[in-house]
Structure formats: C-alpha cells, structure tokens
C-alpha cells in the first residue's frame, strides 16, 4: 500500500491540475508544488481569478464565445463587418483568429465537429443556431441592393473538420450567402522537404495566380 504523503487538500488541487489539457499526474504534482510554494504570489490570485471566471464568465447566446458580458464584446462591437461570420470548431480557435487579427468581423462557435463515431451529430453543434443567424436579412447598401453575407467555413483541416464544413455548405445552400473556408497548403516559411503529402496535395490543389 502506497502511504500518502499530502493531505486531502493538497491531493484534490492536484487531481484537479491533472484535469487540465496538458498536464499528466507527474506535471500535475509539480505545478501544484510550485502554486503552493508561491502562495501568496499565484496561489491566492489564481484562486480569485478563477472564483470571479466561475462567477462572471458565461457563453454569447448569440455566437457560442465566452465573456463577461453576453452578448460577448465581439458581437456588440459596432465596428465588426457584420456581413461576414466566422465559423469555428472552437472557443480557442477564435481567440487564435483574434490573436493573428486576421480578420474583423463576426463568428460563430459550433462546439465541436461532426463525429458520428463518437456520437457527435447536428444537433450536438450549433449548426442550427448559425442557420438562424444567416438567415436574418442584412438590409440594403448605399445603392439599395441587398447586403449578402458571406460564411468563412474556419475547420480544422481533419476529417471531422471537412465532414462538418460540407454538412454546413448543404444547410446553407438555397441561401443567398457565398461560402469560402480556409486555404490549406504551405505554411507562410515552410519549405516543402518538411511538409507531409496532404499538405503538399492540398497546396498545389488551391494554387492561385503569381
């Protein structure tokens, strides 16, 4: 019989660590060392800062990001291109989307890929929820010619990912909206020796004019 060498306290900090992605049981423990040591400095901040997340934090009712405030700051944001959604898999590929400023406009979170393997299907995802939204009328522009919209279809480049982008352009097709998604193929520095054979097919499949 192994003896336990931590109190229950201890030992419930680290099996909760050990929840986190990324850390196993080992990087657990010693993170939980290393919060415990520094107490003061991490400990008891990290602990309000979560308490006020857990309090404060809730997920957009409009696009699935999550924020203090709800609708989040993204979809209140005036300034955003409204005529444009994003869609991703994830939370974090938003934030990704963010961190890079690649874009300035709207996004909708589906909460995961089609996966009929692990029982993932439709009506698992917000699939529904991102209908609705482009279903709504953008009104006219300065000519009087109604706005379209246009849905960036931001998946991840896996099976799952391009099953659910197709389910999601059949949804939408009858739909006065123009649907892109992501290039995929050589990354801005690569160089072709390192790259595998799909990013290599993909790349000379959506070549464009030089």
Not at 78 to 94: H, M, P, Q, W, Y
Not at 169 to 184: C, M, N, P, S, Y
Request: net charge negative; with cysteine.
């Amino acid at each position: 019989m192994v003896q336990r060498v931590t109190g229950p306290e201890i030992e419930a900090l680290i099996q909760l660590l050990a929840k986190l992605p990324g850390l196993g049981p080992r990087s657990a423990r010693r993170a939980a060392l290393h919060l415990i040591k520094k107490k003061d400095q991490v400990l008891r901040p990290l602990a309000h800062a979560a308490a006020e997340a857990a309090e404060k934090v809730s997920e957009c009712q409009l696009c699935g990001n999550v924020d203090t405030a709800n609708p989040c700051t993204i979809c209140l944001d005036s300034k955003r291109d409204r005529n444009t959604i994003v869609v991703v898999e994830d939370v974090a590929d938003l934030w990704a989307l963010e961190r890079a400023q690649a874009v300035n406009s709207l996004y909708h979170v589906l909460g995961g890929t089609l996966s009929p393997l692990d029982g993932v299907g439709p009506e698992d995802l917000s699939i529904d929820g991102l209908i609705n939204r482009v279903s709504e009328p953008l009104g006219v522009d300065e000519d009087g010619n109604p706005r379209k919209r246009e849905v960036i279809l931001a998946v991840n480049a896996t099976v799952e990912g391009q099953t659910t982008a197709y389910y999601i352009t059949e949804r939408l097709d009858g739909l006065d909206v123009k649907v892109t998604r992501l290039a995929h193929g050589v990354p801005v520095g690569g160089e072709l020796d390192y790259l595998d054979e799909g990013t290599l097919s993909a790349a000379i499949k959506s070549r464009s004019d030089f």
